[in-house]
């Protein structure tokens, strides 16, 4: 009795053609390829960073402050927990208000006002990041009398703000429509929906942003140098000029010193580990609040 083929039989049994195979293997060669010209730079930052910097850190690099000129040792822990200070100030500010504002373009913002902030948010991102610390200058430090963290945390937010408000409206226009609908038909009001129910299904392309708009700005040293200024000491008032670690790896990095450029190379090592431990932590904290919100 003759076997009887279908034609997804047919089409299954089919040989596959040695162009297309040859050309899918091409395509996905390609785009190996293309990972590892986007990871390579990565890797050979930080491979270079670890070779110049891993040398110089020791208990007293995190624990101890700047030693003066011509004296050996020190460490950049005022630097260190000053970004931490001026990083938390420009998230407090920055986060709220550009989640607000995209929220309100993707669900508001079909308008003239909308297309005003939109043309703002687009305009702030390609601002130099030194016009932005003038501004916060103008702002802040001439508005107190001072240089002080808070006025470097400003400066960052500013920053912040265009990234996190573009990226939270993409986000919330990805979910489908039908999603509010749903909410709509159960009786529950738009601003509800739009904070429990669209917000949530999008919380994880929205803290993407976020991490984004903080690895941008955690590196940042023009803006500081005309709001934070520096500092040699522990400092912990907003109101005070305050270190950070991107101002001391400037100042020790253009400086005659062989032992502050060993220190700068530390300090610039500390910095990206920092940046990746904090993105990576917050990553994988709202992995986990995602699928226990799936469950």
Same mark, same amino acid.
């Given at each position: 009795?003759?076997?009887?083929?279908?034609?997804?039989?047919?089409?299954?049994?089919?040989?596959?053609?040695?162009?297309?195979? %040859? /050309?899918?293997? !091409?395509?996905? &060669?390609?785009?190996?390829?293309?990972?590892?010209? *986007?990871? @390579?730079?990565?890797?050979? +930052?930080?491979?270079?960073?670890?070779?110049?910097?891993?040398?110089?850190?020791?208990?007293?690099?995190?624990?101890?402050?700047?030693?003066?000129?011509?004296?050996?040792?020190?460490?950049?822990?005022?630097?260190?927990?000053?970004?931490?200070?001026?990083?938390?100030?420009?998230?407090?500010?920055?986060?709220?208000?550009?989640?607000?504002?995209?929220?309100?373009?993707?669900?508001?913002?079909?308008?003239?006002?909308?297309?005003?902030?939109?043309?703002?948010?687009?305009?702030?991102?390609?601002?130099?990041?030194?016009?932005?610390?003038?501004?916060?200058? %103008? /702002?802040?430090? !001439?508005?107190? &009398?001072?240089?002080?963290?808070?006025?470097?945390? *400003?400066? @960052?937010?500013?920053?912040? +703000?265009?990234?996190?408000?573009?990226?939270?409206?993409?986000?919330?226009?990805?979910?489908?429509?039908?999603?509010?609908?749903?909410?709509?038909?159960?009786?529950?009001?738009?601003?509800?929906?739009?904070?429990?129910?669209?917000?949530?299904?999008?919380?994880?392309?929205?803290?993407?942003?976020?991490?984004?708009?903080?690895?941008?700005?955690?590196?940042?040293?023009?803006?500081?140098?005309?709001?934070?200024?520096?500092?040699?000491?522990?400092?912990?008032?907003?109101?005070?000029?305050?270190?950070?670690?991107?101002?001391?790896?400037?100042?020790?990095?253009?400086?005659?010193?062989?032992?502050?450029?060993?220190?700068?190379?530390?300090?610039?090592?500390?910095?990206?580990?920092?940046?990746?431990?904090?993105?990576?932590?917050?990553?994988?904290?709202?992995?986990?609040?995602?699928?226990?919100?799936?469950?």
């Amino acid at each position: 009795m003759s076997e009887t083929l279908t034609p997804a039989t047919t089409v299954a049994s089919a040989p596959v053609s040695l162009w297309r195979r %040859g /050309l899918n293997n !091409l395509v996905t &060669g390609l785009a190996v390829g293309a990972v590892i010209l *986007v990871l @390579l730079p990565l890797g050979a +930052i930080f491979g270079y960073l670890v070779y110049k910097g891993i040398g110089s850190i020791n208990w007293a690099f995190l624990t101890q402050t700047p030693k003066p000129v011509g004296e050996a040792g020190g460490g950049m822990a005022n630097a260190i927990a000053g970004s931490a200070l001026i990083l938390l100030i420009a998230s407090l500010v920055g986060v709220p208000i550009g989640i607000g504002a995209g929220i309100y373009l993707a669900e508001y913002g079909r308008n003239r006002l909308g297309n005003l902030v939109r043309f703002t948010a687009d305009v702030l991102n390609g601002v130099p990041s030194i016009v932005i610390g003038i501004v916060a200058y %103008g /702002l802040v430090v !001439l508005t107190q &009398g001072h240089f002080s963290a808070l006025a470097g945390g *400003v400066a @960052l937010a500013i920053m912040m +703000i265009p990234t996190i408000t573009r990226t939270t409206e993409e986000m919330l226009l990805l979910v489908p429509h039908a999603v509010r609908e749903a909410a709509y038909g159960l009786g529950v009001s738009r601003w509800r929906t739009t904070l429990s129910i669209t917000l949530r299904t999008a919380t994880s392309g929205v803290i993407t942003g976020v991490m984004l708009a903080f690895a941008r700005v955690a590196g940042e040293t023009a803006p500081l140098l005309f709001t934070a200024f520096g500092n040699q000491f522990w400092n912990w008032k907003l109101n005070q000029p305050t270190a950070a670690l991107s101002l001391q790896i400037f100042t020790y990095a253009i400086s005659p010193f062989d032992e502050w450029h060993r220190q700068a190379w530390a300090g610039a090592l500390i910095l990206i580990v920092l940046i990746v431990a904090a993105v990576s932590a917050v990553r994988i904290a709202a992995s986990h609040g995602t699928l226990k919100g799936a469950n």
